[in-house]
């Protein structure tokens, strides 16, 4: 077996937040938490491979693949506190490629000002790096782009723009940069007396008067707000918190939010009754869900339509109910639609994949992070999703006797469900049934991923010794498992040390990013 390295270890922290194997979806890590799992940054630091680090982190951002910008962030600003200079050097040289928004600055200086301690005040090197951050290339071409941005994310983490510009003693390097630089310190006022003529900072003065204005606007000024939306494309999160009460801002918002956003308030449109049977709203709903282009280029997951499409047809979400809506069935039955259209564009895998999914009753509890549906029900669908994506899958059913489940292409979700209604079930699943399934019909995989209710493991049964016999016995010693406990916070690693076994533990809808890339490395 191939020890786990320093930089895999590093690779593991930057996707899952943990050194450990392990990620947790519905549990989210303290600082306190994080710093026992940052060691391998730690050690390749002192032996002078920091820069190794930060190019790592950089990457991984750049390419978009690590769920969570958290565990990015905190390694950076770890490799921008530390004491070796070349490591600090370039992890502040990277700033601008891994905090693309305001809310990664603001995270990431945070997470600094911890590393600091009782230290006062910033050094001169993330001064610097904070100045470059607000005057980079972009900003100076346009303006506007900077002030979409600070003024939607104003404040995040304990700082606000005014605190970062402040503290980092900003200073414009240009025009451009310089009209938003000084709206984001000091308000409107701040920039009444900048020239106009050029036409950028024309457009940029229309928009802060608009910022302004919207601001002002009481729940009387609905028709002002709704036309300042659609003419300056405002966001949610630029409007005054009373007005996301009225139905017409939100007919306003419908218009310009992405369609993100928009999937995301489906519940909510249909509560102010905006969606309802042949209105405007709702052919324009349909329309863009029914656009595979618009989905494909904002990389909306299967398993984000899945969620959305489950939680639109219950009419109902949030803890007691909170939101409930009547559904309009044509909304639903086009992210139906839109489910099964998205698997065209999603990378395929192109692995052998071995799926299993626990059979006993333990499955029938609600899975974690998924309101209202089975860890059963879930894990169907997550098994669906798969067998759709690749080409070389096998999928059973685990129980007494695993029991092979025979996916076509041309099924649905609910043909799919009613494979796996196999009557009786145990009361317990042995997490080294695929493993052994696989090693007996001599059938070689290079991943095996198992759907069960829980990931503690008692102590007589070893998963991990299981599957190192299947590696052995089918000369396959890359062989990935993959082990997802959909209905509980406990997991009992299967081996820390073993570089190709991941547990997951519990649900969100990073769960297919999560396992397609560690069976693609």
């Not at 600082?31 to 032996?47: F, G, Y």
């Not at 990457?59 to 004491?83: F, H, M, N, V």
């Not at 905090?99 to 006062?120: D, N, V």
């Not at 009481?218 to 009225?246: A, R, V």
Request: some cysteine.
């Amino acid at each position: 077996m191939e020890p786990v390295t320093d930089i895999e270890l590093v690779n593991r922290f930057l996707f899952y937040g943990r050194e450990d194997g392990a990620y947790f979806a519905t549990v989210t890590n303290g600082n306190n938490q994080i710093e026992k799992h940052t060691a391998s940054i730690n050690r390749l630091i002192r032996k002078g491979k920091g820069r190794e680090v930060v190019d790592l982190i950089k990457q991984t951002s750049i390419e978009g693949r690590a769920p969570k910008q958290g565990p990015l962030l905190y390694a950076l600003a770890l490799c921008a506190r530390c004491d070796d200079k070349l490591t600090k050097t370039a992890a502040y040289r990277s700033l601008i490629e891994v905090c693309r928004l305001p809310t990664h600055l603001f995270q990431f200086i945070k997470f600094a000002e911890e590393f600091s301690g009782e230290t006062s005040g910033w050094g001169r090197a993330q001064r610097k790096a904070v100045s470059h951050w607000y005057n980079q290339p972009s900003f100076q071409k346009n303006p506007m782009k900077l002030l979409r941005l600070g003024s939607k994310y104003r404040r995040r983490h304990t700082f606000s723009h005014q605190d970062v510009i402040r503290l980092g003693h900003v200073k414009p390097e240009g025009p451009h940069s310089a009209f938003a630089i000084r709206y984001l310190a000091k308000g409107k006022e701040n920039v009444d007396d900048i020239d106009t003529a050029d036409g950028m900072i024309s457009n940029a003065y229309l928009f802060v008067l608009a910022l302004e204005k919207a601001k002002s606007c009481s729940l009387n000024d609905t028709s002002l707000l709704c036309q300042l939306i659609k003419d300056h494309e405002l966001s949610h999160q630029h409007l005054p918190t009373t007005s996301l009460t009225s139905a017409e801002v939100w007919r306003s918002l419908i218009y310009t939010m992405p369609i993100t956003a928009l999937i995301r308030h489906l519940g909510k449109l249909s509560k102010l009754h905006l969606l309802d049977n042949e209105s405007m709203e709702e052919v324009h709903v349909i329309g863009r869900l029914e656009n595979v282009e618009t989905l494909r280029f904002a990389r909306i997951h299967p398993f984000t339509l899945l969620t959305a499409w489950n939680s639109y047809r219950r009419g109902h979400s949030g803890p007691k109910k909170r939101l409930t809506w009547t559904v309009n069935h044509k909304i639903a039955d086009v992210l139906e639609t839109a489910f099964y259209k998205s698997f065209a564009s999603v990378e395929p895998i192109k692995k052998r994949i071995l799926i299993a999914v626990d059979g006993s009753e333990a499955m029938m509890q609600p899975a974690n992070g998924m309101n209202e549906v089975s860890a059963r029900s879930t894990a169907v669908a997550i098994a669906f999703i798969l067998a759709k994506m690749e080409d070389n899958t096998e999928v059973i059913l685990v129980k007494e006797q695993s029991v092979p489940i025979n996916l076509d292409q041309s099924d649905n979700l609910e043909v799919a469900s009613q494979k796996f209604s196999i009557n009786g079930s145990s009361d317990y699943c042995d997490p080294r049934k695929p493993m052994n399934w696989a090693r007996e019909n001599k059938m070689k995989f290079d991943a095996i991923v198992f759907f069960t209710a829980s990931l503690a493991f008692n102590n007589n049964v070893n998963p991990s010794a299981a599957m190192r016999q299947y590696r052995e016995e089918l000369g396959i010693p890359r062989a990935r498992l993959v082990n997802v406990g959909m209905a509980s916070n406990e997991f009992t690693v299967t081996d820390q040390t073993d570089a190709y076994m991941l547990n997951v533990v519990g649900l969100d809808s990073n769960i297919l990013t999560i396992i397609s890339d560690f069976v693609r490395r």
